[in-house]
């Protein structure tokens, strides 16, 4: 089945320690996306990846790190996390950045007290 | 001031009725739009492509107007079922994308 899975899908932890979320998809799509989503807000593009180690900052990208060393993995990483870190996550991959719509993960809770 | 700005709504539609609803885009470099459906804070799901000339899925149309900048969802004979935020999203050839924060349709019987 075609999907792009996350982990975990509910977090909460404390300021400061360090944290990654997972994201996989088995699409083998090029490119792979993460977005925030806060009320009132919608979703915000993070960080974006076009292919393997190539990356790219979204609109929101400070207090975020990516890699892409593996074309299904797209893990984001907070280093430091704080309270306005606290939203809902979603990855998503599609074919290319305007080849098609875009395939998002079930998301990602995260909660920083 | 927002790239992509919709109306949140509610639009409140009768079943069976139809609704249509704009949303607005700033980045002239957008080259692909793009309407997602999201129920209730899911992961949204692609409803359907925007292209220049318009576009058709069953109750579903979409259009694109560059020189004004806005894209268009309507919904024709309105099922309970379509009661969902709707998000638009527009993106350039370099891979950043922007979304509109959501209209929500209620569809009521």
């Known amino acids: 089945e075609a999907q792009v899975t996350q982990n975990p899908r509910y977090l909460i932890t404390v300021t400061g320690k360090k944290l990654t979320v997972t994201c996989s998809q088995n699409m083998n799509h090029e490119y792979m996306s993460w977005y925030r989503q806060d009320p009132g807000l919608g979703l915000r593009q993070i960080y974006y990846?076009?292919?393997?180690?190539?990356?790219d900052k979204g609109d929101v990208p400070e207090g975020y790190k990516v890699s892409r060393k593996e074309k299904r993995n797209f893990p984001l990483i907070l280093e430091s996390p704080s309270p306005n870190q606290t939203s809902l996550y979603f990855c998503?991959?599609?074919?290319?950045?305007?080849?098609?719509?875009?395939?998002f993960g079930p998301g990602t809770r995260l909660t920083v007290t | 001031r927002k790239e992509v700005e919709q109306d949140p709504g509610p639009f409140n539609v009768p079943e069976g009725a139809t609704v249509a609803f704009n949303c607005t885009y700033s980045n002239s470099a957008s080259q692909s739009f793009f309407w997602y459906r999201q129920d209730c804070r899911k992961e949204p799901k692609l409803l359907m492509s925007v292209y220049s000339s318009g576009n058709e899925d069953g109750r579903f149309t979409a259009q694109l107007n560059r020189a004004s900048q806005y894209i268009s969802l309507l919904i024709r004979d309105s099922k309970l079922s379509d009661s969902a935020t709707y998000l638009c999203?527009?993106?350039?050839?370099?891979?950043?994308?922007?979304f509109g924060a959501g209209t929500q349709v209620v569809v009521t019987p």
């Open positions: 998503a991959s599609s074919l290319g950045s305007s080849r098609g719509g875009q395939y």
């Open positions: 999203g527009g993106g350039d050839s370099w891979g950043k994308l922007q």
């Open positions: 990846s076009m292919n393997v180690e190539v990356t």
